[in-house]
């Protein structure tokens, strides 16, 4: 069973920056697509960005040039580097992990509260 466990996240002033990391085990890595995904308060989840094996991206226009994707494929790991935060970005932040199989993993979240 594929296991994604975030970190990074935290509270941050307006115009802050934050990184966030996914660590997954039990997967084949380089067969998934990886995202981050968020869910405001009191709102639905929302795709952030994602990111294919080879390296192709994917982003929300309310983050395109501000948040940036990457994945390190010989440590398991994705990461979402988040720069001019605003506070709409708030939210819980989830990975994801999704394959042509059919596989579609969550993480647990991480959240990340942007405030003065």
């Known amino acids: 069973q594929v296991q994604l466990v975030e970190s990074g996240g935290g509270l941050v002033q307006p115009g802050g920056s934050l990184r966030l990391s996914c660590a997954a085990s039990?997967?084949?890595?380089?067969?998934?697509?990886m995202g981050w995904y968020r869910q405001p308060p009191g709102k639905q989840r929302e795709l952030v960005a994602t990111?294919?094996?080879?390296?192709?991206?994917n982003y929300a226009d309310s983050v395109k040039g501000r948040f940036t994707i990457s994945r390190d494929n010989s440590r398991n790991t994705v990461y979402l580097q988040m720069n001019s935060l605003k506070p709409e970005d708030t939210a819980v932040y989830y990975c994801?992990?999704?394959?042509?199989?059919?596989?579609?993993?969550w993480g647990k979240g991480t959240l990340v509260t942007v405030s003065s």
């Open positions: 994801n992990a999704a394959a042509l199989s059919g596989v579609n993993a």
């Open positions: 039990r997967i084949i890595f380089r067969l998934y697509v």
């Open positions: 990111i294919t094996s080879g390296g192709s991206t």
